[in-house]
């Protein structure tokens, strides 16, 4: 079956415009998970949907990231104002529960800001 | 917080040689503890995992062992080959944390024929 798909799988902004990422999960995958993948900081968590609790937004950097799931299936990661320190691999990953259950991850999208 | 501190690499072997990756954590409370693999190019796949002390987790010839006393979970194999070569990050899922997964900084191993 489908495995967790990501878009764009590159893109490359100016600094100071906004950008949305977009993932998709694994159908019937009620968790879904964004991680941001750069060279300084490692692999970090951001944001975290479970069914339709309100998400767990404790892992995001700055008020310029913001994510929404509509329809508890697809999501959208939102940058605004980008800065060059935003640039890095965002991974977006699901899973069917939260205990204990694998969590699959996407290709990521590569966003480099100029 | 949680954290989860594994060797610096990168390790670079020949083929047939043993492999051990060391990792440890510290939690606040009984994590599940994870290896995820990034072949050049791909995405993260889970390797393999343990849920609860002594447990031992197994993958393609692959093997961690779950040590609460150590709070380790180092990754080992007895034999690698080339095809092996790849990023291996340690995690652990915290229950007290939505189980998202905290990881380590990764480990870059090259194997050479």
């Known amino acids: 079956g489908a495995g967790v798909s990501q878009s764009p799988s590159n893109k490359v902004t100016e600094k100071g415009k906004d950008v949305e990422l977009r993932c998709d999960p694994i159908s019937g995958h009620t968790a879904l998970y964004w991680y941001r993948q750069s060279l300084g900081q490692g692999l970090e968590f951001l944001i975290y949907?479970?069914?339709?609790?309100?998400?767990?937004k404790s892992g995001l950097p700055s008020d310029r990231f913001s994510a929404e799931r509509t329809g508890g299936s697809v999501s959208t990661l939102t940058i605004q104002r980008t800065q060059q320190e935003d640039s890095a691999v965002y991974l977006c990953?699901?899973?069917?529960?939260?205990?204990?259950?694998?969590?699959?991850f996407g290709p990521g999208t590569r966003l480099t800001v100029t | 917080g949680d954290s989860v501190t594994q060797m610096e690499g990168p390790v670079t072997l020949s083929e047939e040689a043993c492999l051990t990756i060391n990792c440890t954590y510290t939690a606040t409370g009984y994590p599940s503890l994870f290896w995820y693999v990034q072949y050049p190019g791909e995405g993260l796949q889970l390797l393999l995992k343990a849920t609860k002390a002594d447990d031992k987790g197994s993958n393609k010839g692959f093997e961690a062992t779950y040590r609460k006393e150590t709070t380790s979970f180092h990754l080992e194999k007895g034999s690698v080959q080339v095809s092996d070569s790849a990023v291996y990050f340690c995690a652990l899922s915290d229950p007290g944390s939505a189980r998202q997964l905290t990881f380590g900084s990764g480990t870059q191993l090259t194997v050479l024929p």
């Open positions: 949907f479970q069914g339709n609790s309100a998400p767990d």
């Open positions: 990953a699901s899973s069917f529960g939260t205990s204990g259950y694998e969590q699959y």
